[in-house]
């Protein structure tokens, strides 16, 4: 079966003329996309679309998540991950050492990126953050670090009293 065709039947043939024309897509498009089961049609239009805007050049991300503690006291009810308090059942955080060990033990392999997501602990100080992210660097100084969410960034400007920047 052709891409076309499998676009067609996916039902997904107006937007692949949309991407063709250059036309914006809407968010009913994105929507439709999302929900859309089949996937080889999904990544048959995606990689038409990266070959369009990028030739044969494709990038890879080798990246490894850091979660230094789940300690939150948000308790946001869609979570699964985080607990409330320091001693609740399953709360953990991290030494620093302890978190630094999770990339000094991989350091020899080809990663590009850590990415660090935390609960919003309430009695680390802003130098655990800080000493983590030197760390992180002085261990593998090329790596990328992706870390902390808008939410962590809003909350340790409340919680240190700074501002987001």
């Given at each position: 079966?052709?891409?076309?065709?499998?676009?067609?039947?996916?039902?997904?043939?107006?937007?692949?003329?949309?991407?063709?024309?250059?036309?914006?897509?809407?968010?009913?498009?994105?929507?439709?996309l999302?929900?859309?089961?089949?996937?080889?049609?999904?990544?048959?239009?995606?990689?038409?679309?990266?070959?369009?805007?990028?030739?044969?050049?494709?990038?890879y991300?080798?990246?490894?998540?850091?979660?230094?503690?789940?300690?939150?006291v948000?308790?946001?009810?869609?979570?699964?991950?985080?607990?409330?308090?320091?001693?609740?059942?399953?709360?953990?955080?991290?030494s620093?050492?302890?978190?630094?060990?999770?990339?000094?033990?991989?350091?020899?392999?080809?990663?590009?990126?850590?990415?660090?997501?935390?609960?919003?602990?309430?009695?680390?100080?802003?130098?655990?953050?800080?000493?983590?992210?030197?760390?992180?660097?002085a261990?593998?100084?090329?790596?990328?670090?992706k870390?902390?969410?808008?939410?962590?960034?809003?909350?340790?400007?409340?919680?240190y009293?700074?501002?987001?920047?």
């Amino acid at each position: 079966m052709t891409g076309q065709t499998r676009l067609a039947r996916a039902g997904l043939a107006d937007i692949s003329e949309k991407l063709e024309s250059g036309s914006r897509l809407s968010l009913e498009d994105g929507i439709r996309l999302f929900e859309c089961p089949d996937t080889l049609a999904l990544g048959w239009l995606a990689n038409r679309e990266r070959e369009r805007r990028h030739g044969d050049r494709t990038y890879y991300n080798h990246n490894i998540r850091l979660e230094a503690t789940n300690v939150c006291v948000a308790n946001c009810l869609f979570c699964s991950f985080a607990r409330l308090m320091p001693g609740d059942i399953d709360a953990y955080t991290l030494s620093l050492e302890q978190a630094l060990q999770k990339l000094r033990v991989r350091a020899h392999e080809p990663i590009t990126e850590v990415h660090v997501v935390n609960g919003l602990h309430p009695d680390l100080p802003f130098s655990y953050y800080t000493e983590l992210l030197s760390g992180l660097k002085a261990i593998k100084p090329g790596i990328h670090l992706k870390c902390f969410t808008a939410v962590e960034i809003a909350y340790f400007a409340d919680l240190y009293r700074m501002t987001d920047e």
